[in-house]
Protein backbone atom coordinates (compact mmCIF):
# COMPACT_ATOMS: atom_id res chain seq x y z
CA UNK A 1 0.00 0.00 0.00
CA UNK A 2 1.63 3.67 -0.99
CA UNK A 3 1.85 6.28 1.52
CA UNK A 4 0.24 9.05 -0.79
CA UNK A 5 -0.63 11.59 2.14
CA UNK A 6 2.44 14.19 0.89
CA UNK A 7 0.86 14.39 -2.59
CA UNK A 8 -0.56 17.14 -3.83
CA UNK A 9 -3.95 16.54 -6.01
CA UNK A 10 -4.50 20.23 -6.68
CA UNK A 11 -2.07 20.24 -9.46
CA UNK A 12 -2.88 17.85 -11.49
CA UNK A 13 -3.92 18.67 -14.84
CA UNK A 14 -7.22 16.80 -16.34
CA UNK A 15 -5.44 14.44 -18.27
CA UNK A 16 -3.62 13.43 -15.14
CA UNK A 17 -6.58 13.71 -12.83
CA UNK A 18 -8.02 10.84 -15.37
CA UNK A 19 -4.92 9.08 -15.73
CA UNK A 20 -4.80 8.72 -11.35
CA UNK A 21 -8.53 7.72 -10.72
CA UNK A 22 -8.56 5.26 -13.50
CA UNK A 23 -5.05 3.55 -11.79
CA UNK A 24 -6.65 3.90 -7.74
CA UNK A 25 -9.89 1.90 -9.82
CA UNK A 26 -8.10 -0.52 -11.30
CA UNK A 27 -5.69 -0.92 -8.06
CA UNK A 28 -9.00 -1.05 -6.28
CA UNK A 29 -10.55 -3.44 -8.41
CA UNK A 30 -7.48 -5.86 -8.34
CA UNK A 31 -7.36 -5.50 -4.23
CA UNK A 32 -10.91 -6.38 -3.99
CA UNK A 33 -11.08 -9.58 -6.84
CA UNK A 34 -7.94 -10.87 -4.44
CA UNK A 35 -9.80 -10.62 -1.53
CA UNK A 36 -13.06 -12.29 -2.63
CA UNK A 37 -10.65 -15.28 -4.22
CA UNK A 38 -8.98 -15.63 -0.79
CA UNK A 39 -12.58 -15.40 0.88
CA UNK A 40 -13.69 -18.10 -1.45
CA UNK A 41 -10.92 -20.39 -1.18
CA UNK A 42 -10.91 -20.46 2.84
CA UNK A 43 -14.95 -21.03 2.66
CA UNK A 44 -14.36 -23.73 -0.15
CA UNK A 45 -11.51 -25.31 2.59
CA UNK A 46 -13.78 -25.02 5.27
CA UNK A 47 -16.50 -26.92 3.20
CA UNK A 48 -13.81 -29.64 2.19
CA UNK A 49 -12.63 -30.47 5.19
CA UNK A 50 -16.31 -30.24 7.28
CA UNK A 51 -17.11 -33.02 4.04
CA UNK A 52 -20.11 -35.05 5.48
CA UNK A 53 -20.85 -33.54 8.71
CA UNK A 54 -22.14 -30.82 6.66
CA UNK A 55 -23.93 -33.13 4.68
CA UNK A 56 -25.30 -34.78 7.16
CA UNK A 57 -26.38 -31.11 8.93
CA UNK A 58 -27.69 -30.12 5.77
CA UNK A 59 -30.30 -33.13 5.63
CA UNK A 60 -31.33 -32.69 9.02
CA UNK A 61 -31.67 -29.24 8.46
CA UNK A 62 -34.19 -30.15 5.75
CA UNK A 63 -35.93 -32.78 7.47
CA UNK A 64 -36.98 -30.32 10.82
CA UNK A 65 -37.80 -27.67 8.12
CA UNK A 66 -40.05 -30.16 5.97
CA UNK A 67 -41.74 -31.22 9.25
CA UNK A 68 -42.14 -27.84 10.67
CA UNK A 69 -44.02 -27.37 7.33
CA UNK A 70 -46.56 -30.42 7.51
CA UNK A 71 -47.09 -29.23 11.08
CA UNK A 72 -48.12 -25.99 9.60
CA UNK A 73 -50.07 -27.44 6.87
CA UNK A 74 -51.71 -29.76 9.04
CA UNK A 75 -53.04 -27.46 11.52
CA UNK A 76 -53.98 -25.24 8.78
CA UNK A 77 -56.38 -27.99 7.24
CA UNK A 78 -57.93 -28.80 10.84
CA UNK A 79 -58.58 -25.09 10.90
CA UNK A 80 -60.11 -25.18 7.55
CA UNK A 81 -62.10 -28.12 8.52
CA UNK A 82 -63.51 -26.31 11.93
CA UNK A 83 -64.40 -23.19 9.79
CA UNK A 84 -66.43 -25.52 7.47
CA UNK A 85 -68.26 -26.58 10.97
CA UNK A 86 -68.79 -23.72 12.10
CA UNK A 87 -70.57 -22.60 8.78
CA UNK A 88 -72.33 -25.66 8.53
CA UNK A 89 -73.62 -25.57 12.05
CA UNK A 90 -74.37 -21.49 12.14
CA UNK A 91 -76.74 -22.72 8.79
CA UNK A 92 -79.04 -24.60 10.83
CA UNK A 93 -82.01 -23.33 12.98
CA UNK A 94 -82.47 -22.55 16.61
CA UNK A 95 -84.49 -25.54 17.12
CA UNK A 96 -82.06 -27.59 15.55
CA UNK A 97 -79.57 -26.19 17.62
CA UNK A 98 -81.18 -26.69 20.98
CA UNK A 99 -82.29 -30.54 19.69
CA UNK A 100 -78.22 -30.60 19.75
CA UNK A 101 -77.78 -28.88 22.97
CA UNK A 102 -76.30 -25.82 21.67
CA UNK A 103 -77.25 -21.66 21.16
CA UNK A 104 -76.39 -19.77 18.63
CA UNK A 105 -73.51 -18.22 20.57
CA UNK A 106 -71.70 -21.29 21.85
CA UNK A 107 -71.23 -22.74 18.47
CA UNK A 108 -67.59 -21.58 17.75
CA UNK A 109 -66.67 -22.22 21.17
CA UNK A 110 -67.70 -25.94 20.57
CA UNK A 111 -65.79 -26.53 17.30
CA UNK A 112 -63.05 -24.92 18.32
CA UNK A 113 -62.49 -26.61 21.81
CA UNK A 114 -62.68 -23.42 23.88
CA UNK A 115 -65.56 -24.62 26.05
CA UNK A 116 -65.54 -24.57 29.67
CA UNK A 117 -67.05 -27.38 31.80
CA UNK A 118 -69.63 -25.71 32.66
CA UNK A 119 -70.83 -25.15 29.25
CA UNK A 120 -69.92 -29.11 28.63
CA UNK A 121 -72.42 -30.18 31.28
CA UNK A 122 -74.83 -27.55 30.64
CA UNK A 123 -74.82 -29.23 27.01
CA UNK A 124 -75.27 -32.22 28.09
CA UNK A 125 -76.52 -32.97 31.29
CA UNK A 126 -79.98 -33.60 31.97
CA UNK A 127 -80.22 -31.55 34.94
CA UNK A 128 -79.87 -27.22 35.10
CA UNK A 129 -76.90 -25.36 35.92
CA UNK A 130 -77.90 -24.23 39.27
CA UNK A 131 -77.72 -28.00 40.54
CA UNK A 132 -74.68 -28.79 39.26
CA UNK A 133 -72.94 -25.76 40.68
CA UNK A 134 -74.88 -26.32 43.95
CA UNK A 135 -76.96 -22.49 44.06
CA UNK A 136 -79.99 -24.13 44.61
CA UNK A 137 -81.29 -24.04 48.03
CA UNK A 138 -81.22 -28.44 48.56
CA UNK A 139 -79.10 -29.34 45.84
CA UNK A 140 -76.07 -28.65 47.09
CA UNK A 141 -74.84 -32.45 47.82
CA UNK A 142 -76.77 -33.39 44.73
CA UNK A 143 -75.05 -34.94 41.85
CA UNK A 144 -76.31 -35.67 38.48
CA UNK A 145 -77.43 -39.31 38.05
CA UNK A 146 -76.33 -39.74 34.26
CA UNK A 147 -74.58 -37.27 32.10
CA UNK A 148 -74.50 -37.63 28.54
CA UNK A 149 -71.57 -37.39 26.54
CA UNK A 150 -72.12 -34.88 23.89
CA UNK A 151 -69.57 -35.86 20.65
CA UNK A 152 -70.22 -32.08 19.58
CA UNK A 153 -68.71 -30.53 23.31
CA UNK A 154 -65.62 -32.71 22.86
Given amino acids: MR??????????TP??????????????????AQSLRTLCWAGLVALRSAG??????????LRRFAARAFDWWAAYDAW?????????LGALDDRSLKDMGLHRSEI?????????????LR???????????GKR????????????HCSAAA
Fill in 137 to 148: KGDAGREPKQLV
Fill in 3 to 12: DDSDFNYRKL
Fill in 80 to 88: LERRRAVRA
Fill in 15 to 32: EQWVELTGRVRREAHAAR
Fill in 52 to 61: AAARRLTGRL
Fill in 108 to 120: ESVVFGRNSAVLT
Fill in 123 to 133: SAAPVSVHALQ
